[in-house]
Each structure stands twice: as C-alpha cells, then as structure tokens.
C-alpha cells in the first residue's frame, strides 16, 4: 500500500469520525417529543388514575405540576427507563408516572405540561359518581362491584360487563371467578386495570377486569356474580414475627347478579343477522395499473372487519361468477383480537382469478346487512365496482374463430384442400417427401439422444458437492434478502424471497398456500401463516419478517411427499398441476 493510499483512508477516517460526532451532537441537541397518556379514560370518585409522560432518552427536567391542583390531589410521582437495540441500533426512553385522583365528577381537563423546552398534550378525563351498592361494607377486607353497558342487548350482540376487586393492602392472595351465564358467550377480555381508591374513608386496591358477553337467545338471561376467596393477615402487622408465623384469615365476597333482557331480531333486519358498532369490507390485490394478463391468475382477498361482535357471526367472504373469467377460492382465514372492551372480528378470503379472453373484466359491487346497534338501525356495508382491463397473451385462451381465408391456410398447412389439378398433384407429391424427409431426422435426433444418454455416467460426487453448494449459496442469498426485507419492514419483498427460494428447490411452488402445504415443519407453516395475516390484514411486518428468517435459517423442511399442493376432499385442483 502506497503512502498516498494510506494518507487518502486516514483522511476518510477522519472524516467519517466528524460527520458522526455531528450527527451525535445534532440529534442531543435536538428536542425530544413527549407523549402524554392516562392508564384509563374514566374514573370513579375517589378512584386514583396514572398520567405518563413518556419522551425518548432523558427527559431535560420535571413538569410543574400546579396547573393539576385545580381538579386533582397530586399523589406522587415515579419515573422508569428502558433501552431497546433494534437491529444493532440502540433506543432509549424515559417514562414519568404521576398518580392523581379527582376532587370532582365530571369532565375534568388534564392541561398540557411542561418539561424543558417541550410540552404535553392536554388530556380529558370522564369521572363519574362514587358507585354505591357493593356487596360488602366499608372496612371489609375485600368486595366486588359490578356493571353491565346495557341490560337489553340484541341476540348475538356484544356488551362489556365490568367486574371491580376492592381489596385492602394486607390482602396475601386469593381467587376470583368469571362471571357465569346461561344462555350467552363469556369472553374475558385482555388488560386488567389496577388502581387506588377510597371507599368510606378506608384506601382499597382495585383489580378492574372486562368481560364480553353475547347472548345467544333472546329472553331473561341472569348473570350470576362471580365469587372471590382471598386470605388476609390478621395479626399485627408492625410485629415481623407475628406475620411470619400467621396462617392468614379466609375473607369471601360475592358480586350481585345481573339480569339481561335479550331481545330478538328486529323485523326490519336485512340477512344475514350481524349487530355490530361498525363493520367494513376490504378488498386487496387490485393491480394499481388496473391491467392483468389473459390467463394469468390474479389474487385477490375479500375481508369482512367487524367490532364488537364474535367472529362465528361473520358471513364467509363470496366474490360473485365473473363474466370472463374462472374463479378458485381458498379457505377461509377467521382471527379474533380486543383492545380490551370490544372485540374486533375478522374473516378473510383469498380468491384466484384467471380470466379467460381479453378485454375488461368486471368485478362487481359487493354488499353486506349490518345492524348499527349503537343508532338501532340497518346499514350497508358497501365496497365499488371495480373494470380490469386484460390484456390478451401469445396464445390466447380462447382461440378465436378463423375467417374463410384463415380456414384455406389452416387447410394448406394441414394437408386437407382437395387437389383437383396436376400442380396440386405435383405439390402433394413434394410435400409428402419433406414430411418423409422430416421424420427421418425426427428418427435420428431421438436415437442420437438415447445413446448420450446411455453412456451418460451417473452422478459423481463432485456432482453431489456441486448440488450442495449451490443449495447453501442459495440458502445464503434468501437470508441475506429476508434480512434486508426485514429492516424495511416489507413484508412483500420477504414473501417474494422466500417464494424465489422454494421453487429452487422445487419447481411446483407456485404460491405461498403451496409452500405451506409443501412444509412439515410446524414451526415454518406458522411463521409463513404470520406473515399472510400482515399482508393481507396488517400488523408488525418487521416481527414477521423477523420470524420467517429465524424459521428459515437452515433452509426448507419439506415434507415426504413430492406434492407440493396437497387437497383435502372437496378442495379445487390446481390451476396448474405439475406433469409427469
């Protein structure tokens, strides 16, 4: 290396080093966005809610908290870090935690705060009146209160029963019951809430859980109340050994039963029966230039998006015959989440579309009933028409009639014009001589390829080793790419990579259903399950990219078959089956 090539890299270094140093220097000095949210939206008085101020790396001071004291007795405060590394790259955040409990019921406003040179958004809170009826008295260990958002709920409709564990702080452990009901579903919804309140004069812990109820008769439906069974310290507490050697006091309570009024379908509902707070239908895999192939199959996925019903109340997603066009559905994919008070639905359906001539295609408006059971109404879920135009492929699909002068050449070609003349006689004669002449050298090609093949050596085993290497080259590119698919995010390009890898090895992988029916592994089957939902429902496509990578790390595990497009009974063959 030549002295000019070492001073031109240690002035690159240099270089690299002050842009970096800048770059550190510009984003410390840059101010931080602070994000600012309550642990709930509505709170009984006397209960305590958290408000969290959360701001990347350190926050540049402590707000001024006097602005809250107008609706709020200020408790107290904690404050937590973490750090993250994603993808070698490191992230930290700071998160302040300030308890507060209301002086009013109401609409109360948490003002927007102050920290360094940033500030918070301001916040709302509803606060309702201190409940009353709870089973159980004030200085008791531990009571349950419960509600219900309505007592009339329509057959299949959703509603949030609301269950409250007070308890005092020398609780050592207990259990506690869901509701029963006959007549309805119970589902217990996702993300209990804990806080501080008072009831007469006493401070309690409460455990807030959700459930969904749906009922699936009309009629007096009755929810017995759960039952709690808990143990107490009931010796002094300021004494260490009294409390070591304590065996602890059973304490028991019970929730009030609550009674539901189910009512009917309405005479008016359209089919099918489906209440609901919101419904959409969604339609992916529109070509963004509106043109598609003669014969090639297009995918497209139909999905019904439901809140605050059960998934098993979903219609199956149906695109109607295509004038045009051959359809071949794929099975229906259900998946159910909540946000921890509603339930949110989903049922989705991917559909093949061949056409068959060129042209346009129609895919016609679709349409679905829905009953509002927030305004007690029929809507519509509605999605467009949608015109394709296709464009006709070499070889089209269906081939069109040939006019006369097509048919006489179609005739020469074939050899089926009627000769009726001595040229025609004498041509006739020329043409039965090349096609002789053809099938000799048809004879002999045919026979030259046997003999090659005959004394063809088998396969060596640096054949083998070749075969070996060029699968780990192979196995190499795809996580290279799934890597790079994964930092974007792009969960199409994941898809393509792990699709181009497949057909390497084998040919029949034509799409993701077939690779999944091609795999054994279970593990592989859920990660590529995984990475279909976020494509076609949306999600974290960076999480599953990350988990087809880590599936796929030492390649595909195939199953013993050499099929790679298994059907069940009833199941469509597919569009293009392999030949043997």
């Given at each position: 290396?030549?002295?000019?090539?070492?001073?031109?890299?240690?002035?690159?270094?240099?270089?690299?080093?002050?842009?970096?140093?800048?770059?550190?220097?510009?984003?410390?000095?840059?101010?931080?966005?602070?994000?600012?949210?309550?642990?709930?939206?509505?709170?009984?008085?006397?209960?305590?809610?958290?408000?969290?101020?959360?701001?990347?790396?350190?926050?540049?001071?402590?707000?001024?908290?006097?602005?809250?004291?107008?609706?709020?007795?200020?408790?107290?405060?904690?404050?937590?870090?973490?750090?993250?590394?994603?993808?070698?790259?490191?992230?930290?955040?700071?998160?302040?935690?300030?308890?507060?409990?209301?002086?009013?019921?109401?609409?109360?406003?948490?003002?927007?705060?102050?920290?360094?040179?940033?500030?918070?958004?301001?916040?709302?809170?509803?606060?309702?009146?201190?409940?009353?009826?709870?089973?159980?008295?004030?200085?008791?260990?531990?009571?349950?209160?419960?509600?219900?958002?309505?007592?009339?709920?329509?057959?299949?409709?959703?509603?949030?029963?609301?269950?409250?564990?007070?308890?005092?702080?020398?609780?050592?452990?207990?259990?506690?019951?869901?509701?029963?009901?006959?007549?309805?579903?119970?589902?217990?919804?996702?993300?209990?809430?804990?806080?501080?309140?008072?009831?007469?004069?006493?401070?309690?812990?409460?455990?807030?859980?959700?459930?969904?109820?749906?009922?699936?008769?009309?009629?007096?439906?009755?929810?017995?109340?759960?039952?709690?069974?808990?143990?107490?310290?009931?010796?002094?507490?300021?004494?260490?050994?009294?409390?070591?050697?304590?065996?602890?006091?059973?304490?028991?309570?019970?929730?009030?039963?609550?009674?539901?009024?189910?009512?009917?379908?309405?005479?008016?509902?359209?089919?099918?029966?489906?209440?609901?707070?919101?419904?959409?239908?969604?339609?992916?895999?529109?070509?963004?230039?509106?043109?598609?192939?003669?014969?090639?199959?297009?995918?497209?996925?139909?999905?019904?998006?439901?809140?605050?019903?059960?998934?098993?109340?979903?219609?199956?997603?149906?695109?109607?015959?295509?004038?045009?066009?051959?359809?071949?559905p794929d099975q229906t994919q259900d998946s159910t989440r909540d946000d921890g008070h509603w339930l949110h639905a989903a049922r989705t359906r991917s559909f093949a579309i061949v056409p068959n001539r060129g042209g346009t295609l129609t895919i016609p408006a679709i349409t679905l009933n829905w009953w509002n059971v927030q305004t007690d109404r029929p809507e519509q879920a509605r999605l467009p028409a949608h015109t394709l135009t296709v464009v006709g492929a070499a070889g089209d699909v269906t081939p069109q009639r040939p006019n006369a002068a097509g048919a006489a050449s179609l005739n020469a070609i074939t050899g089926h014009a009627n000769y009726s003349s001595a040229g025609n006689v004498v041509a006739a004669i020329w043409r039965d001589v090349a096609l002789?002449?053809?099938?000799?050298?048809?004879?002999?090609?045919?026979?030259?390829?046997?003999?090659?093949?005959?004394?063809?050596?088998?396969?060596?085993?640096?054949?083998?080793?070749?075969?070996?290497?060029?699968?780990?080259?192979?196995?190499?590119?795809?996580?290279?790419?799934?890597?790079?698919?994964?930092?974007?995010?792009?969960?199409?390009?994941?898809?393509?990579?792990?699709?181009?890898?497949?057909?390497?090895?084998?040919?029949?992988?034509?799409?993701?259903?077939?690779?999944?029916?091609?795999?054994?592994?279970?593990?592989?089957?859920?990660?590529?399950?995984?990475?279909?939902?976020?494509?076609?429902?949306?999600?974290?496509?960076?999480?599953?990219?990350?988990?087809?990578?880590?599936?796929?790390?030492?390649?595909?595990?195939?199953?013993?078959?050499?099929?790679?497009?298994?059907?069940?009974?009833?199941?469509?063959?597919?569009?293009?089956?392999?030949?043997?």
């Open positions: 290396m030549t002295n000019e090539t070492q001073l031109m890299k240690a002035r690159l270094t240099i270089l690299f080093a002050m842009v970096l140093v800048a770059a550190q220097a510009f984003a410390a000095a840059a101010p931080q966005a602070l994000h600012a949210f309550l642990d709930r939206d509505h709170a009984a008085l006397g209960d305590t809610v958290t408000l969290n101020i959360e701001g990347a790396g350190a926050l540049s001071g402590t707000p001024d908290l006097s602005p809250l004291q107008a609706d709020f007795d200020v408790l107290g405060s904690s404050s937590s870090s973490k750090v993250e590394i994603v993808n070698g790259v490191s992230h930290s955040s700071t998160q302040l935690g300030i308890a507060l409990r209301p002086k009013r019921a109401g609409t109360l406003t948490i003002p927007s705060l102050r920290i360094g040179n940033q500030q918070t958004q301001a916040l709302t809170l509803q606060v309702t009146p201190g409940p009353s009826g709870a089973l159980g008295h004030a200085g008791d260990p531990a009571f349950l209160e419960v509600d219900v958002d309505s007592n009339a709920p329509y057959i299949g409709q959703q509603i949030v029963y609301t269950l409250r564990l007070f308890y005092t702080g020398n609780l050592t452990g207990g259990q506690l019951e869901d509701p029963q009901i006959d007549g309805a579903q119970v589902i217990h919804l996702n993300g209990d809430t804990r806080y501080q309140t008072t009831r007469g004069g006493q401070t309690y812990q409460v455990v807030e859980r959700h459930y969904a109820l749906i009922p699936q008769r009309a009629g007096r439906i009755v929810v017995r109340g759960p039952t709690f069974l808990g143990q107490t310290l009931s010796s002094n507490r300021n004494d260490p050994f009294d409390s070591f050697f304590d065996d602890g006091t059973p304490v028991q309570a019970r929730a009030d039963d609550i009674t539901l009024d189910a009512r009917a379908v309405p005479a008016n509902a359209g089919t099918p029966w489906l209440p609901a707070q919101s419904v959409q239908l969604k339609l992916t895999g529109l070509p963004d230039n509106g043109r598609i192939k003669a014969g090639e199959p297009l995918t497209l996925t139909l999905g019904i998006d439901a809140v605050g019903t059960s998934v098993s109340r979903l219609p199956q997603p149906q695109l109607p015959p295509l004038d045009g066009a051959r359809l071949y002789a002449s053809i099938a000799l050298w048809l004879i002999a090609l045919t026979a030259l390829a046997w003999w090659w093949f005959a004394r063809r050596p088998s396969r060596s085993a640096a054949a083998t080793a070749f075969d070996a290497d060029e699968i780990d080259r192979r196995r190499g590119a795809l996580r290279k790419r799934l890597a790079d698919a994964a930092q974007r995010g792009d969960a199409a390009a994941c898809e393509r990579a792990l699709l181009d890898c497949a057909r390497g090895e084998r040919a029949g992988v034509r799409n993701s259903s077939a690779l999944r029916g091609a795999l054994s592994d279970p593990t592989q089957r859920t990660a590529l399950e995984q990475l279909q939902r976020v494509r076609w429902k949306g999600g974290d496509a960076r999480a599953a990219c990350d988990a087809i990578a880590r599936a796929f790390a030492r390649g595909f595990v195939w199953s013993e078959t050499r099929d790679a497009t298994p059907r069940t009974r009833g199941e469509l063959p597919p569009l293009y089956p392999q030949k043997t």
